[in-house]
Each structure stands twice: as structure tokens, then as C-alpha cells.
């Protein structure tokens, strides 16, 4: 783990979500983005998790993924 602050970007795979993971991952923020579609493309600092925000567990299973990875969240 690092020093970085942790943050989750939702609907990341297209459009302004992209763009802000893409902003805040140049940044230097670790961005954990997430879409109901596979992402297309890397950069550094981002990682991207298929799940649709309207399914509880989903959302529970995106938020331990966080923690697990990097013991915390910073910003949603």
C-alpha cells in the first residue's frame, strides 16, 4: 500500500466518469472505477471492476475490494 488517497468513480468505462478517472489517476489518486460494461484501455493508477450500481451486492463487494487493496477509501 501506498500513500495515495483512495477513491471510487462510478460509470468510469465512458464519457465525463472516464474522464474524471483519467483526471484523478494522472493526479495521483489510486481510482477504482466501475460500470455495468467492461473497460477498454489502461492507465496507471486505475482499475476497473465490472458491477452495476443498483445491486446491493455489487456495491458491497466494490467497497471490500477497496479496502482489501488499499485499507481505505478516501472519495467516492
Known amino acids: 500500500m501506498d500513500d495515495l488517497p483512495v477513491m471510487i468513480i462510478t460509470g468510469s468505462r465512458t464519457g465525463l466518469g ?3 478517472a483519467e483526471h484523478y489517476a494522472f493526479h495521483g ?3 477504482i ?3 455495468r460494461g ?3 484501455g489502461s492507465f496507471e493508477n486505475y482499475e476497473h471492476v465490472q458491477a452495476d450500481v443498483t445491486d446491493e451486492r455489487a ?3 466494490l467497497f471490500s475490494r477497496a479496502r ?3 485499507g481505505r477509501l478516501d472519495v467516492l
Request: one cysteine or more; hydrophobic letters at 30%; charged letters at 30%.
Open 38 to 40: 467492461s473497460f477498454e
Open 29 to 31: 489518486y489510486r481510482v
Open 68 to 70: 482489501k487493496s488499499y
Open 59 to 61: 456495491v458491497a463487494d
Open 18 to 20: 472516464r474522464g474524471l
Open 33 to 35: 472505477g466501475c460500470s
